[in-house]
């Protein structure tokens, strides 16, 4: 692995105070999440950033439009941040230029080193079908118990959006699995969108794993409504349906609050002593929503989950507990701003929360567990 040392800044609480935060509303969400004062994005485009691809045959500045919407875990006691970059074709908009996932890994949560390649991408492989030429978007990680990692990730072949599957021994070599969904009901839901796997864990020995809820892992997916799938092997899933055979949303947009427009799944959930914790990324719809928060802002929600029925939706946050503010949240290709979020890990007793920002760089903000 080529590391290039490209390293950011980010001031955590020994060197400086916090800003921008919002106390908890209820006593079973995570946080207050916050920001470092003088906050700045831990990782950025980069246009000198290349390297062979192998379905074009040639050297591509795969980095050179944007990097944002990561993923985050720790090993061998440094955070391994997996985050989306997009190579820029031309000024074509959101969703016409080619996604790869990179990698940065920081031994502090301060210093952040990215590799200089993309550590996951199209290949001439049995997938590439699904995932070229969009790509592959908008990865999140979980370990298991046997110390192995499963990738979840959007495939995009400019057609139709999948959720799909990915794992690996050593966060380098990844084994492609193909659609989530591929082997339900004869391919039922093969050609419908599908993204945003989130699978549940819990704390274990200081780390986050995938956990089991009455002997099957379970997993938050979906946009504008979020869903519920099983699995038993982390590979192959099925979707939660109703009786009569079609799927059931857990969480759904409410008009008059911030996620008036859509709900969609965040970093890993985790099994707390008060139920699930799901983070989710909400859209707001001004007309039928938070008329100051503006329209088509992404904020963050929290939600809580029966811990042994994960459909059951016990309790949800009124207000985001995270939504844009700072200049770089505000600005980028996605000009209405986002906090979308997608990665959290316990490092060193703190969490770390990182997202994306307006569809152009990468944030993170702490909190104390």
């Given at each position: ?5 490209q ?17 908890m ?25 290349s390297?062979?691809d192998?379905?074009k ?12 919407n990561p993923a985050a ?10 985050y989306?970059?997009?190579?820029k ?14 990698l940065a890994?920081s031994?502090?949560g301060?210093?952040?080193?990215k590799n ?17 030429p ?7 990680l ?9 990738l979840?990730?959007?495939q ?7 959720l ?6 050593n ?17 039922k ?11 549940v ?6 780390k986050?794993?995938?956990?089991k ?16 799938a099983s699995?038993?092997?982390l590979?192959?899933?099925?979707p ?9 949303p ?10 008036s427009w859509?709900?969609?799944?965040g ?17 707001n719809?001004k007309n039928?929503?938070v008329k100051?928060?503006?329209?088509r802002?992404?904020?963050g929600?929290q939600?809580l ?10 309790d ?14 505000k ?8 906090t ?7 490092f ?5 929360l990182?997202?994306?920002t ?6 993170v ?5």
């Amino acid at each position: 692995m080529k590391l290039k040392f490209q390293v950011f800044l980010l001031i955590t609480a020994a060197q400086t105070s916090f800003c921008l935060a919002q106390e908890m509303e209820k006593s079973w969400m995570m946080g207050p999440f916050k920001r470092a004062q003088d906050a700045q994005p831990i990782i950025q485009k980069d246009s000198t950033s290349s390297f062979e691809d192998p379905i074009k045959n040639q050297k591509v500045f795969w980095e050179s439009m944007a990097t944002f919407n990561p993923a985050a875990i720790v090993k061998d006691n440094m955070i391994h941040v997996f985050y989306r970059a997009e190579e820029k074709l031309g000024e074509k908009e959101i969703g016409g230029h080619t996604s790869r996932i990179g990698l940065a890994i920081s031994p502090d949560g301060i210093n952040y080193i990215k590799n200089e390649h993309p550590i996951f991408y199209p290949d001439l492989d049995n997938q590439q079908e699904n995932e070229w030429p969009g790509g592959v978007e908008d990865p999140r990680l979980v370990e298991t118990e046997q110390g192995s990692y499963v990738l979840t990730y959007t495939q995009w072949n400019r057609k139709v959006p999948r959720l799909a599957i990915a794992t690996s021994t050593n966060l380098v070599q990844w084994e492609k699995h193909g659609p989530a969904f591929k082997n339900h009901k004869e391919g039922k839901y093969h050609r419908q969108e599908t993204k945003s796997g989130a699978i549940v864990t819990k704390l274990k020995n200081g780390k986050l794993v995938a956990a089991k809820i009455d002997g099957k892992y379970w997993m938050y997916y979906g946009v504008p409504h979020v869903w519920l799938a099983s699995s038993e092997n982390l590979i192959d899933w099925t979707p939660v349906e109703t009786y009569e055979g079609t799927l059931a949303p857990v969480l759904s947009p409410r008009p008059g609050y911030f996620d008036s427009w859509l709900v969609e799944a965040g970093p890993p959930p985790i099994i707390t002593e008060n139920g699930i914790v799901v983070l989710y990324n909400a859209g707001n719809s001004k007309n039928i929503g938070v008329k100051e928060l503006g329209n088509r802002i992404y904020t963050g929600g929290q939600a809580l989950f029966d811990s042994k029925e994960p459909w059951k939706l016990l309790d949800r946050c009124e207000t985001p507990f995270i939504k844009p503010e700072l200049p770089f949240e505000k600005s980028g290709q996605y000009a209405d701003g986002t906090t979308f979020l997608e990665g959290l890990v316990l490092f060193n007793g703190t969490w770390y929360l990182y997202y994306g920002t307006a569809d152009s760089m990468v944030g993170v903000v702490t909190a104390k567990r």
